[in-house]
């Protein structure tokens, strides 16, 4: 049997709250749509795949499907307006001896080979097979706030996908529904237009479609990070540590503010996040960087770690410097940091630590400062 399959990826990500589409947001660090790329080039059964998504995506994707090392066997394809017609440029796309065709929504990382493997086997008998769960909520009709109607929950399931269709089938009923204007939210409904019955194959309640910032804490596990930086003392610079101008005779050098706290804060946070640290994310080569508040680029991390659902739980740091005694300090740093870090002060704890005349420290040639930081699941 020769089995297509067809991830849809056009989505934006609107309701996630992200800038990005949001199946290129990173999921226990790496991008989401990764997860369905890896179950179906993992099935023996797959012979192809086509991946929609939107115009300005296509360069992203078609970059994460070469570092998959899947170039040449993905197709990446350019999507239209709504889903449907996304769906049916990537049918298009598909050789044209395909069999099979699986359609899967690239928000649905958890997608399990078992349940595609169900899908696969009635499909030979029943030509059209959905992926569904029965719905454990009562569901009513509701008009103007009034109920009208109650459903009968045992007849009720919801659909996920994939939804797998004889190539022949789903390409005639979706070239029938967009010359009929006939628009549905998934693959199925238009097989059912045509008068072909679907079978239903379960599904698992864990398939689930990441939609908004809620639907990705149910997946992360609270995540722990930690940052470590060293800046040179010198003449004639200010020293700022976690936001705050702190008097002294010297202060750090450093293509940025040089706030090195502030610095191994980011580097915690971007670390708990898996992704990477502070020289890739701002390089010290650009000069759009160039005597920056490193407060500012802690708030684009901070949206970083907000579009992911997620938010800090708590910040522990240390900072190493002989002189000047941070103590006075101590309390203005940590206001600082905890509203950066969107926190009430009391999850911020800040420490100071000179280094017994000891190394680099010691001597007073520089200042380095450590963070650890608690990442977890939005609860607000
Ligand atoms: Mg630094």
């Known amino acids: 049997m020769k089995v297509g399959v067809v991830i849809a990826a056009a989505g934006s990500g609107v309701r996630m709250g992200a800038e990005c589409n949001k199946v290129l947001l990173s999921l226990h660090g790496k991008p989401m749509l990764q997860y369905s790329i890896e179950l179906f080039a993992g099935l023996e059964e797959v012979s192809s795949l086509v991946i929609v998504t939107r115009d300005v995506d296509c360069d992203l994707v078609q970059g994460l499907v070469e570092q998959m090392g899947l170039n040449g066997w993905v197709q990446v394809v350019p999507g239209g307006a709504v889903r449907q017609e996304s769906v049916l440029r990537g049918l298009r796309a598909l050789p044209a001896d395909t069999e099979w065709v699986i359609i899967h929504d690239g928000a649905r990382p958890f997608i399990t080979a078992p349940v595609v493997r169900r899908g696969l086997e009635a499909v030979r008998e029943h030509r059209a097979v959905g992926v569904a769960v029965p719905v454990k909520d009562t569901v009513k009709r509701v008009q103007d706030s009034l109920v009208v109607d109650t459903l009968p929950r045992a007849e009720l399931w919801a659909m996920q996908t994939p939804q797998i269709f004889s190539y022949e089938l789903i390409l005639k009923a979706h070239e029938q529904a967009s010359a009929q204007g006939l628009v549905a939210t998934d693959d199925c ?6 008068g072909h019955p679907v079978h239903i194959v379960p599904g698992e ?4 479609k990441i939609t908004t910032p809620e639907d990705l804490p149910r997946s992360d596990e609270p995540a722990v ?45 971007l670390g708990a996040l898996g992704a990477g640290d ?4 701002f390089p010290d080569t650009d000069p759009q960087y160039a005597g920056i508040s490193s407060m500012v680029l802690l708030s684009r991390v901070m949206a970083l770690v907000q579009a992911r659902g997620l938010e800090v739980g708590n910040a522990d740091v240390v900072v190493l410097a002989q002189r000047p005694k941070l103590s006075p300090w101590k309390a203005a740093i940590r206001a600082s940091l905890a509203q950066a870090l969107g926190v009430a002060e009391t999850r911020v704890n800040v420490k100071a630590s000179t280094c017994e005349g000891l190394g680099f420290v010691g001597r007073e040639e520089g200042i380095a400062a450590q963070a650890a930081v608690l990442l977890r699941a939005r609860r607000s």
């Open 189 to 194: 409904a238009l097989v059912e237009a045509l």
């Open 205 to 208: 309640y864990s398939n689930i």
């Open 225 to 269: 990070g930690f940052g470590y930086d060293v800046h040179r003392l010198v003449a004639d610079r200010p020293l700022i540590l976690g936001g705050v101008e702190i008097p002294s005779e010297q202060g750090l050098l450093g293509h940025s503010d040089a706030d090195v706290l502030t610095h191994a804060v980011m580097d915690a946070l």
């Open 278 to 281: 502070i020289g890739e994310h």
